[in-house]
């Protein structure tokens, strides 16, 4: 009974690459959740998704960011031109319906931007 | 901004209750108060959530004032194994956007 995994566990990107990160959610759960956590903050809410679409997206950047959860795969986060600032910690994490209680996250993706 | 405020750190020694308190004067009605935590360098876990009645499950128990405007969350033995960063936050029922602030860190001391 896997839970939500997220890939890579760590990724090292350079000024100006992309950055792809992976999210399979729980079985049976077809709501995603993305946050992004600095340094020594909290976390932050990014965008809910479910299959096909994107419910919420109010906490995403307006640009370079992007995020998908198709009908087949995983969900992916896409991050253009990447910039120091984007050195984080991003958590995803599922639920069986549109919910705030019992959000499962997985372990995270650690980004860090040379 | 988070809606809630917490201190930022407590001790408490292995094998007593742990207390932590947290103040959020401006919940509205239809707002839960949720608690996770966060073990350092995982994803946040589920604990606990209560609307105004007091709440027990395996991991914890939840104490929400009667105006709503403060709840206490306890952990009965604290382990090893419970230091985390501890979050308060305070929401709708069906958003998936929680709000976090910075939490309390709690360190269990043997």
């Known amino acids: 009974n896997a839970g939500v995994m997220q890939n890579p566990r760590h990724l090292v990107r350079r000024r100006g690459q992309e950055a792809r990160l992976r999210c399979s959610p729980m079985k049976g759960h077809s709501h995603v959740y993305w946050y992004r956590q600095l340094p020594e903050e909290g976390l932050k809410f990014m965008v809910y998704l479910q299959k096909e679409n994107i419910i919420d997206e109010s906490g995403m950047p307006k640009e370079r960011f992007s995020a998908e959860f198709p009908k087949e795969g995983p969900s992916i986060l896409r991050i253009q031109q990447v910039v120091r600032g984007d050195s984080a910690a991003y958590f995803c994490?599922?639920?069986?319906?549109?919910?705030?209680?019992?959000?499962?996250f997985g372990s995270g993706t650690q980004l860090s931007v040379l | 901004d988070a809606k809630t405020t917490q201190p930022t750190s407590m001790d408490c020694a292995e094998g007593r209750a742990a207390n932590l308190p947290c103040n959020h004067s401006t919940i509205s009605g239809n707002e839960y108060v949720y608690w996770y935590r966060q073990i350092h360098s995982q994803g946040p876990q589920y604990i606990i959530h209560?609307?105004?009645n007091n709440e027990t499950n395996e991991m914890a128990s939840l104490i929400i004032t009667e105006d709503r405007k403060s709840s206490t969350l306890i952990l009965p033995h604290a382990t090893l194994r419970d230091t985390a960063v501890y979050y308060c936050i305070v929401g709708g029922r069906s958003q998936g956007n929680l709000i976090f602030g910075k939490g309390t860190k709690l360190s269990v001391k043997p």
């Open positions: 209560g609307l105004k």
């Open positions: 994490a599922s639920s069986p319906a549109s919910t705030n209680e019992k959000l499962f």
